[in-house]
Structures are given as C-alpha cells and as structure tokens.
C-alpha cells in the first residue's frame, strides 16, 4: 500500500477527483495553499494498493500536466494619455508535485 | 514513532480528538472534504510512539466503528396531490480508513 | 527524498514559509487546527532532499523555537467592588512539532 501526497492546481482538482473515483481510486482533498507551486493549490491524499500506484500516476500525470494556456491580464491603472488594449498573454498552466509513501499499515473500520 | 492519517466522519472527529487527548495522545485536525468515504470527513494526523500504536488503532475502532443509524431524510417537493409522510431510513454510519508511516526522524522544538 | 510534516504556531507560520521559500524550499500549507500544540496551528508539508534536511530543521528551529512572551489578560468580569488592573503574563510561544517521513517516490509534473 502507497499513500500519495499530490499537490495540484485548484483548476486541476476536481477533474482530478472525479477521474480518480471513477476509476475506484480513494481521494482525500485536503485544504490548502500557496508555496510548491504558488498560492491556489489543493494538496490530494490517495491511497493505492502498489500494484496500481502506475496507474494513478499516469491519470496525475494525464489530467496535471503543464500546458500552454491564455489569459488577459487585468488592466493597470492608467496615466491620463494613455489608453489600455489589453493583450492575451501566454501562460503555463497545470503542474502538479506528487510523492508517494510507503504505508506501514492500513485499516478500513 | 508512527504517524497515522486517519479519515474519520465529521460526527466522530470531535469525539476521537477528545479521546485520544484525554488518553495523552497529540492530535492535528487537517480539513478535509469528500473522497475516501464520502463529502463530511475529517483527516487527523496522530504521531505515536510505536509501542502504543495499537492503543491509538484500538481508539480509532471503538470511536469511528460503523454502525447502524436512522435518519429521517428531507421531505422532496411535492405536487399537488401528494402529502408527504417522511419515513425514517436506517443508514449506516461511522467508518474510518485509516494510513500508518513510518516516521524516520521526529523533534519537537 | 523526504517530506516533512511540520506543525507550527499560526504567529510563526508566515515568517517560517517565506524564509524557506527564500532559500528555495518548496513548502504547502495545509490548514489546521488543535491538538499538538493547542489551538491556532498550522501544517506545513515541506519536500525536500535528503542532504537538505538539516537545513529545513535549522530554520524550523530558527523560526519556531520556544521562547518566552508577555500578554496581558482579557479583563474579567468584576464585581461592583473590584477594579480590574490587568497584569501582563508570561507566557512560553513558539514550539514546533515535526515529522519526516522517507519519500518512496517523487516526481514534478
Ligand atoms: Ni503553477
Ligand atoms: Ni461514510
Ligand atoms: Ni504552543
């Protein structure tokens, strides 16, 4: 038995979540924010029997990964001359940190 | 020394923290939602020495057991015709999954 | 690999997250509330490698260490006769309760 400690986006959590029950996988959603990968992040607790712990992966790794997305960025406060056309910026969204230990003992009650 | 994360119901938790407080054992509450068992659980971090572990697994059990239970569910809308008699329901309630790791170095400052 | 389970006082948290984030250490907060140390903590789960280890318990100690303050008491509620002085105490703040556990498997998606 593994226990997974991954630490996604807020975007990422529920799509997450729900494969993730959907394929039988237990998941924990534990509150939480900022730091390993800036502030609006959810920290998941998964626990998986070793053999599937791939299979986790590969599903973190599907609905986490780095990807190109757009935002326009808010308008900033503006001088009297000028006149603000906000432009789509390229950002990086997804990511996630996972690690993953190895459960001494584990008990369903 | 052990650190157990145990999932436990809402309506366990405080009894558990109490318990396990009363019985000398140091507790963290981390707020949780859904998963493992369900939307309305909480997961606790508990560090024991390992001498005491099945103390702390015997607490779980007796607290978090599952048992039956009775609700009345909420009445659902009606039409016009309908009067609506809410019949109690037997559900089962409690419940705990709970991860034991290892801990490969302790302090407290 | 390790992952660090680090419960401190709320009034130390902050400073704690942004000194390891200044020396590069990834750290996520995790809410929380009671039991190790009494109300108002909060958990800190903090990856990092093996030969880095000592580092993060230094700051944790830097930071969290025990140390003595002084409050002054909210005013109780007086009888006709009494006149309330309030008489500032001193009191132990800080503390840290910490747990490292073996990372198994890490990975940065
Ligand atoms: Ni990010
Ligand atoms: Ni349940
Ligand atoms: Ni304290």
Redesign the pocket.
């Known amino acids: 038995m593994k226990l997974i400690f991954a630490i996604v986006?807020d975007d990422d959590a529920i799509e997450l979540v729900n494969t993730l029950t959907d394929e039988g996988f237990g998941v924990t959603k534990l509150a939480t924010t900022g730091g390993f990968?800036?502030a609006g992040n959810t920290t998941l607790l998964i626990g998986v029997e070793k053999e599937k712990l791939d299979d986790v992966m590969n599903i973190i790794q599907d609905v986490c990964k780095t990807r190109k997305g757009v935002i326009s960025p808010p308008s900033p406060v503006l001088g009297a001359t000028g006149v603000y056309i906000p432009t789509p910026v390229e950002v990086?969204?997804g990511?996630a940190t996972v690690f993953v230990v190895d459960v001494d003992r584990f008990e369903k009650i």
């Open positions: 986006h990968l800036k990086t969204i990511g």
